[in-house]
């Protein structure tokens, strides 16, 4: 609870005021632009030259699609839902990321999406298991073998030997707790950071994003918070 009003103080101080900002803005936008629609289409109502009908309809639609220009809004007739956007959403089910930009509106698909995800969501932390094992154990094996190759064995003492009852059965004891040498953390933080900073310079290349953006988005889907406050355009990348 308490980390929980840390955060939210800061986040409220951060993001409060601009917000804010933004929001005032946009609707001054949309009042200024909305009077000179009116003014336009008083205007056109009242010109002599636009007395035909042909030539009034096109102002009309020429000041409406200035309007709509100016305030941002869009709208299509394309269904968002094809096979690689379909891949997509199902991705972000099982790794439960969630991105929010594309989801079921429909009883039958909300009520899939619940069955879906508690059989895909298992499946995958077992598939993250065996990932992880198989990439451990071949780093792992990496690192002993650069160990090898730059003369770094392990050096028993004779003293701690003899100290061991000086038998056979001791040095195989010995030998037998020695443990291989594992991944150290920095290995495994930069091959993590090097994996995003991959990544994001591929997002940069498929997407209008800067580099800024391209880490953060790796960064939110990596850590599966999936906010969507940014999301990819081309899910077919993504996929792959």
Request: hydrophobic share 40%; glycine share 8%; charged share 20%.
């Amino acid at each position: 609870m308490f980390y929980m009003l840390v955060g939210s103080f800061v986040f409220l101080w951060l993001e409060g005021s601009n917000d804010e900002r933004t929001k005032r803005e946009g609707y001054h936008v949309y009042k200024r632009e909305r009077e000179l629609l009116l003014r336009r289409m008083e205007e056109i109502i009242s010109d002599r030259a636009a007395k035909r009908r042909t030539l009034r309809r096109r102002f009309i639609n020429e000041a409406v699609d200035h309007f709509e220009d100016k305030v941002g809004f869009q709208l299509t007739n394309t269904s968002q839902w094809n096979l690689m956007s379909a891949m997509y959403y199902s991705g972000t089910l099982f790794t439960t990321i969630g991105y929010g930009d594309i989801s079921c509106v429909t009883t039958a698909g909300r009520i899939m999406t619940v069955i879906y995800s508690c059989i895909g969501i298992p499946l995958m932390l077992i598939t993250l298991n065996d990932l992880g094992k198989f990439l451990y154990t071949n780093i792992n094996g990496c690192v002993k073998m650069d160990m090898v190759e730059r003369g770094d064995t392990v050096v028993i003492e004779a003293s701690s030997i003899a100290s061991e009852a000086g038998s056979i059965h001791s040095v195989n004891e010995l030998e037998l707790n020695e443990k291989p040498p594992r991944m150290s953390v920095k290995v495994a933080l930069g091959i993590t950071i090097g994996w995003i900073f991959f990544c994001s310079a591929l997002f940069r290349l498929w997407e209008n994003w800067s580099y800024g953006e391209s880490c953060y988005f790796m960064y939110i889907s990596l850590s599966t918070i999936g906010l969507g406050d940014i999301s990819v355009t081309r899910r077919e990348y993504v996929n792959f």
